[in-house]
């Protein structure tokens, strides 16, 4: 499994994402899962892709989107956002 891409999957729920977690795996990528509410800079360097599954509290979801990008850490891949809103206002909130 070399060169496997080591995803981060944050959730306000871990549980929850359970579902999300297993598909993750049965494809072969290596994902590991951390609640919204931990602090995600001692993970990120061992990290290529952060998933932010907003489960039901965009808010928190995007507050902890905000916080790794602006955070010292400094990540630099990609971070996506899955989200239940797709309302024109948390659509353009998604993008700030």
């Known amino acids: 499994m070399a060169g496997a891409s080591r995803l981060l999957l944050c959730t306000p ?16 990528i290596h994902v590991s899962t951390r609640t919204l509410d931990e602090d995600p800079s001692e993970y990120l360097n061992e990290t290529d892709v952060l998933l932010v599954d907003a489960g039901t509290d ?35 909130a998604y993008l700030q």
């Open 13 to 28: 729920d871990v549980a929850a994402a359970a579902d999300l977690h297993h598909i993750l795996r049965s494809a072969d």
């Open 58 to 92: 965009t808010d928190a979801a995007l507050a902890f989107c905000r916080r790794v990008r602006r955070g010292p850490a400094s990540f630099a891949g990609p971070l996506l956002l899955i989200a239940g809103d797709s309302s024109p206002v948390r659509r353009l």
